[in-house]
């Protein structure tokens, strides 16, 4: 084996296998980079309700076919994420990042911008749920140091089955209700805890980019859905 190959080899193996130190610093930049990212799409959205874009925004996707902005979204993820782990270019794994945090805020601006209209404050309450549901999991993961990696099949039909019922709802005009929210609230609680398992047993030293991707990714669903619940509850 040539020095190249040896040093792809080596970059692929998981944090899991190799010194305390590297899984130290591997854990330390991916929850930084995971803070970055959040502290970005939350300064995206003041800067878009500062300027009076959110109003904008959330008049054209509410006004629009709310399954052809979900299907752009879906399809952003899928770029975003394959791009943050399959690439070798850091600065792709950068650009990944950016842009999935980009499309998240501007998805997210129409559900902020009823929240805020119809119920103020209910923003600051969700994200607080959110934040200790994230680190209640958090812990778990990493006080258990069990591999969740079972629960990856179950995550892939449980979205799966959430995409066929959006899709239904949206062309069939039916109301999902609050069982639906609290079931998504459940698999994005399972996601962040497959996620976080992931950081720690499988992902390579390399890719701490994408491995805040994805707890983004989650830990956003599960804002989404805490928000959704916090509102019908307003009812």
Known sequence: MNRTAAYTAQREIPVAQLGVDVR??????????????????ALIEVYLFQTGMAESIARV???GSWLIVLGGFMILSWIATH???????????????????VGEA????????????????????????????????????????????F??????????????????????????????????????GGAILYDTSNVLHHYP??????AALQLFASVALLFWYILQFFLASRD
């Open 205 to 210: 030293q390399d890719r701490h980019v994408g």
């Open 151 to 188: 629960l990856g099949g179950l995550l892939r039909w449980g979205f799966i089955c959430a995409i066929v019922l959006i899709v239904a709802s949206v062309l069939f005009g039916f109301q999902l209700g609050t069982i639906f929210t609290v079931a998504m609230i459940v698999l994005a």
């Open 61 to 63: 996707l509410l006004g």
């Open 83 to 101: 791009f943050a782990h399959s690439s070798t270019s850091m600065g792709a794994q950068y650009g990944a990042l950016g842009l999935f945090v």
């Open 24 to 41: 130290g610093a591997f854990i330390t930049r991916t929850y930084t980079h995971l803070l970055g990212a959040v502290l970005a799409f």
């Open 106 to 149: 501007i998805i997210f601006t129409p559900l902020l911008y009823l929240a805020e209209a119809v119920a103020p404050g209910v923003i600051e309450s969700a994200a607080t749920v959110t934040l200790l549901g994230f680190l209640g999991l958090t812990i778990i993961a990493f006080h258990t140091r069990k591999d969740f990696s």
